[in-house]
């Protein structure tokens, strides 16, 4: 049960194409936004469609795949945990960032 404390699961795609950075310690990050969308009847019967985006960041060798393999698109599911972090803009404001950290991820969109 500990492996569930912390753990995300999302099928989307992709928003934008990754952004891959290579760290001065040689390691790659890939940064990456996924929309998932869920649907529904309303209470008039009139049919919604809602759209949630999500911001990804994967690092090493999963970094490495991303780059290869995903584009702006890309249906994916990913598998990961969820990061908050902060910091300071150049203002002084606090600002608070919730990430999904992905640790595998498998390609079901259909080949091109």
């Given at each position: ?19 891959i950075k290579t760290l001065d310690s040689g ?17 008039k019967g009139e049919f919604v469609k809602e ?51 992905v640790s595998d991820f498998l390609m079901v969109?259909?080949?091109?």
């Open positions: 049960m500990n492996a569930l404390r912390n753990k995300v699961q999302l099928i989307g795609n992709l928003g934008m194409n990754p952004e390691k790659k990050l890939a940064k990456m936004s996924i929309a998932t969308n869920e649907s529904y009847k309303n209470a759209t949630q985006w999500h911001n990804l960041i994967a690092w090493g060798k999963t970094a490495d795949i991303i780059e290869k393999y995903l584009k702006k698109g890309s249906e994916v599911a990913i598998e990961g945990k969820l990061i908050n972090r902060n910091y300071t803009d150049k203002e002084g404001i606090k600002k608070y960032i919730t990430e999904i950290q969109g259909s080949k091109e």
